[in-house]
């Protein structure tokens, strides 16, 4: 798998991810994809959180600590999302969440599980960018000419199992096309940008989710923003 293996390297190497033990990062998330605020009625100004997160590089598991959530905090794993007191204590937990979650893609509103289960899995698939295609079970697949197909098994990503990353020449990918049935019923492609390395990582710190059209054109508005900071590796 050449170009597998030069896109790893163009993103800090496996050994060097396969070493990694921990992360932590601050993000920005929003846009219609979450729905409307809790503040805002149907149709009003989409949601927009912003989280301290902590998770592991080899596992899809992540913790989400909210900004505006003094006494609780959520857990977010493929098969399950809790949350939790501040003091561990668990408040609730919902398995497979993804089974709910379908729903709304006939235009259901998202609750706060359903809603937490989405964040939480798109973030750690934003820190972990190709990588993910380490997970066990997992199969990258060159499929054209700087197109690199990732599928991963459905007990490590129920939502988006299967991405197709756009590489340039220098290894680095500008975007990523997926499909994500529980919340879209057509394909979206990340725009990925503003790529920096952290402790050898490189990271895209701005992510832009756009409708792919029927004509193969992407769509002018952005569906989900990521923005990530202060990412440091253990």
């Keep these: 798998m050449p170009l597998a293996s030069d896109v790893f390297r163009s993103y800090g190497g496996k050994g060097r991810w396969n070493r990694l033990t921990a992360f932590s990062a601050h993000v920005s998330i929003g846009g219609p994809l979450l729905g409307p605020g809790s503040a805002s009625p149907s149709g009003g100004r989409p949601l927009s959180r912003e989280f301290a997160i902590e998770g592991d590089p080899r596992s899809p598991s992540l913790k989400l600590f909210g900004s505006t959530d003094a006494d ?89 199992p299967h991405r197709r990353l756009l590489i340039a020449d220098d290894g680095i990918a500008h975007r990523c096309d997926y499909q994500m049935r529980h919340v879209h019923p057509g394909v979206l492609a990340d725009i990925l940008s503003a790529h920096a390395s952290f402790n050898g990582i490189l990271i895209a710190t701005l992510r832009r989710a756009r409708a792919i059209e029927a004509d193969g054109r992407l769509g002018t508005n952005s569906l989900l923003d990521v923005e990530i900071f202060d990412v440091r590796f253990q």
């Excluded at 235009?107 to 993910?132: H, S, T």
């Excluded at 000419?145 to 129920?158: E, K, N, S, T, W």
């Design 72 to 160: 609780r905090y959520f857990l977010y794993r493929p098969n399950r999302l809790e949350i939790r007191s501040r003091r561990d204590a668990l408040i609730t937990g919902v398995d497979y969440p993804d089974a709910t979650l379908a729903g709304s893609a006939n235009g259901r509103p998202l609750d706060e599980i359903e809603r937490l289960f989405l964040i939480g899995n798109v973030l750690w698939n934003a820190i972990a960018g190709p990588f993910a295609g380490l997970l066990p079970g997992a199969r990258t697949v060159a499929t054209g000419v700087g197109q690199l197909d990732i599928h991963l098994p459905h007990r490590a990503d129920p939502l988006c």
